[in-house]
């Protein structure tokens, strides 16, 4: 026997998670189409040499790359995609005269990381990515805001802030104090403030250079700081900032460009509550030039963002001449549904089909092969139990895996063309109803459940 | 710079496929759940020992297998699915306790295999299986063709014939003409008839067994020849098969059996002419026990198989002692998608959202920004056009990409509260239509070119 266990690291996903993620998935695709943009895919396996390319990954991302072979393959030629980003930039730089720009492109799949293996974190997780390349635009920076919002919405996610910057500001904010040389240093430093907090990132920003800090001195560490946490909120965080930095040309263009995208983001409906800027939000990947977001759930910030992004100057400079801004955004899918999961918000389910039909023994089940397509036509789905066993084994299979409503038609309902409904939960039981009001039958039993149902 | 090429045998799907491919990949999520299929996912990465344990896969598919492996991990320990019936075999016997039996699962994913590349052959293609676990059914024998067909229709695949055999006939038949010892080889080249023809499986019926034949002489090859070609039709050929082959039990069983599918399908609407039995079809595999399936559309039987399976005794006999009885088949999407885009019949698309909103120069996008949130909200799928250049460009983007509609509203539109509607194939446009009317106009101008359009 060999032992059906699953690498460390990688896991199984049964219905009870796979149905809800299923439905999530299928709103964030419908999200992205309503906006415009178009679905594309790349293979899971990528030339090594387009993934390691200076600057494509962090270090860290590069040492968990997971390396693939076959039989008569050069080892170390392929791997497998460590993220989305990197594939949409090579597939840019290739495709580029059939797509043309603007591309709105979106794209959904696993990625692969050989990350240690613990609680909650897995070394091959979905991306769900969506960028709009080749315009320097306010209304792509507002319209990814906006389609996080409307995918995270779609999918009830419960109360969760969109959190909003402009790196120009943070630049602005570098110039004025002087640090301009050690703004990558900073940026990472400041990105750590809710996870370490104040006093971390003081140490870490004073630590001296050659130890891996920005060796600032208390005075530049205490204006930084102080800047960083003007508050959160939105119009007013602006002027405040305004106030302090409006003299310097960087700082004033990222302050005018997050008040055109807040206007943008009150035009598209996104509601003031949801949104918030925080002037020490850097996210600190070097390619950011513009608009940056995260996303997190309302009295779940511990898990951290489940979508986030911004908008860089040149995407795929590795591959192509070619000078592509864009901005863009990524949801953890894998991220949100574990937090989900947790809130205990997660609307599970293990069954698709609302109906079972019985498979009364002694019966011909073409009786019910043809009720259940009658039923499918009208949109309702319907399994039938695969074998003639004892009804009542066959009744809590249904209430087992989640169906709401049983048909159960015996030879003396045949006989008579009638069938009785059963409510699985309540197991009440409508006797005696004719064949011909199946399908009005059903869909009005459904709709009683739906309103709250019958008590039992 | 770097080649942004992908490696050997791998590929890029665009929008123009891409567009077309989610929406077939959707009508088959909603046909699997609406026979109460539930989706379940499994790693692409799998244990070596998982994947090439005795009998897994074929020699041929386990000589294609890609390797993975990360630093520090163990050479030869992981590597890539090459199918989804493996995996499912590993998850059942995992997960038995928590599923229970039957189990209906369908899995929608990628898998691997490195052949050498060909056109229309890649390395990575994408499966969409079901099957139906744990239960010894003619019920879910027939649902399995039932799916096959309700999914391809939903696809609006042209006309196609599920073609149906039973592996017991099959038996029978060897039984009857003394060649019990020798099924496997006799029904590997009887696979081949549609490929090499009578007299190709002819010579390799008789060649030698040291040979890699089956060794038969002309008598035998003769009559297991004019049994496999007793005629393709359904319920005629069944008769035919009892008038030869009845008195060998197997094989009564297999036609009584056939003939139970036959009748459930009849009940579940599934057309005369879209089924036939073939008492030569015997999909080489030697795992098939009962019923088998293969599927093609008419007039490209060239592209083989598009969707196929059968009847299994035993799916996880290399991970846990209890048996395991099944039924399920495979539809291969991407081998439907080019054999549909060779036919022409793929309704190709470069948009996924009928409306677009031009960015007039001078004019505050928040207008349109305003106005595609409203129909968004009535279910009408709007791109804005990013930046606000020379709208006839705009425009050019939109007929490009396939959009219907464009929405124009200039500083004078805005000052009246009007706007302009221009079906972008035509050219015509609606002018000076009120704000009020935005969802009404966009709706009846959608209809009037769904049924077949203005004139230019």
Redesign the interface.
Known sequence: ???????SG??????AV??PR?RIL?TF?ET????????????????M??LT?KGAGSDEVL???????????TPG??A?RFDLTVPLA??I???MD???V?F??YAIG?V?R?ERPAKGRF??FMQCDFD?IG?D?R??D??TA?IIH?ALAAADVPAFTITLNNRKILDGALETFGLTGRSSLVLRSLDKLAKIGRDGVAAELQRPADAGGAGLDAGQVERILEFAETGRGTAAVLDEAEKRLGANAQAAQGIADLRTVL??L????VPQEHLAIDLGLARGLDYYTGIVFETTVNGWEKFGSIASGGRYDDL?S????RRLPGVGASIGLDRLLALLEEAGTLKSA????PV?FA?FPGTD???A??M??TL?QAGI???????PIQVGKQMG?GT?HG?KLAVIIGPDEVAAEIFNLRYLETRHEDKGLAWSVLEDSVRGALEILEQGGLQS
């Open positions: 026997m060999i032992d059906p266990r699953v690498a990688l896991r199984d996903l049964l219905p796979m149905i299923e299928q695709r992205f189409a309503s906006f415009g943009f178009v679905p594309i895919e790349t293979p899971h396996i990528e030339r040499e387009v390319g040492r968990q790359i997971f390396e693939v072979t076959n039989k008569g393959g030629e392929l497998l090579r597939f730089a290739k495709h059939e797509v043309g603007p709105k492109r696993s692969f050989g070394r091959e709009t315009v635009s209304l792509a507002a319209e906006q409307g206007h943008l009150e035009a598209g409906g795929a590795l591959y192509t001449t293990t069954s698709t089909a079972l498979n089940p073409a009786v092969v043809r259940a397509a499918r789905g319907c399994e039938i139990y695969p074998e299979y087992k169906h």
